[in-house]
T-cell receptor, first 115, second 113 residues
Framework: GAVVSQHPSRVICKSGTSVKIECRSL??????MFWYRQFPKQSLMLMAT?????????EQGVEKDKFLINHASLTLSTLTVTSAHPEDSSFYIC???????????FGSGTRLTVV | AQTVTQSQPEMSVQEAETVTLSCTYD???????LFWYKQPPSRQMILVIR????KQQNATENRFSVNFQKAAKSFSLKISDSQLGDAAMYFC??????????WGAGTKLIIKP
């Protein structure tokens, strides 16, 4: 149980375009979703925390106008990278909190390449 | 602010042997959770083991166990009978009162056949 499905797994987009990444909780209600960015051979960097029905809270240094997060339902959260540039190329991971103490479940990640 | 430190960028172990990965953390909170996650080449994050700070007993999950030293703020992971499938990046993580995970830099574990 507690599966988060993340799509797409890989996406290549042209510089200046926007790309949307979706994370769906399949068998539970994800009230809180975390969005991470991971550079090669590095740890996870928290970008933002979203709670269903409210605005996302962005970490310092993360451009909220570039990385739009929507969490309109308990089963779907999306990250839209707007006006993408090559420096936005990275691995993006979503994660949902499962229960009060159990832990977290992670999407399988999206490798974004901006050309 | 809480911090998590993994001082071993890379560790290697012979198959079937035991290896211990180190993790230390800093916090002023008394109630928190600690996790070890595994990230294989597929990059899917997989929960290995978790520890509630209020529990004195060290958590175990089959071949995986932790040595949780609350006073020393240490949370090491021991992998017994290492298998080729254990090769991965291992991340130590701290969860405090705000439910956000604070991550260590990771340790790359290499299993030698």
């Amino acid at each position: 149980g507690a599966v988060v499905s993340q799509h797409p797994s890989r996406v290549i987009c042209k510089s200046g375009t926007s790309v949307k990444i979706e994370c769906r909780s399949l068998d539970f209600q994800a009230t809180t979703m975390f969005w991470y960015r991971q550079f090669p051979k590095q740890s996870l960097m928290l970008m933002a925390t979203s709670n269903e029905g409210s605005k996302a809270t962005y970490e310092q240094g993360v451009e909220k106008d570039k990385f739009l997060i929507n969490h309109a339902s308990l089963t779907l959260s999306t990250l839209t990278v707007t006006s993408a540039h090559p420096e936005d190329s990275s691995f993006y991971i979503c994660s949902a909190r499962v229960g009060a103490i159990y832990g977290y479940t992670f999407g399988s990640g999206t490798r974004l390449t901006v050309v | 602010a809480q911090t998590v430190t993994q001082s071993q960028p890379e560790m290697s172990v012979q198959e079937a042997e035991t290896v211990t990965l180190s993790c230390t953390y800093d916090t002023s909170e008394s109630d928190y959770y600690l996790f070890w996650y595994k990230q294989p080449p597929s990059r899917q994050m997989i929960l290995v083991i978790r520890q509630e700070a209020y529990k004195q007993q060290n958590a175990t999950e089959n071949r995986f166990s932790v040595n949780f030293q609350k006073a020393a703020k240490s949370f090491s992971l021991k992998i017994s009978d290492s298998q080729l499938g254990d090769a991965a990046m291992y991340f130590c993580a701290y969860r405090g009162s705000n439910y956000q995970l604070i991550w260590g830099a990771g340790t790359k574990l290499i299993i030698k056949p």
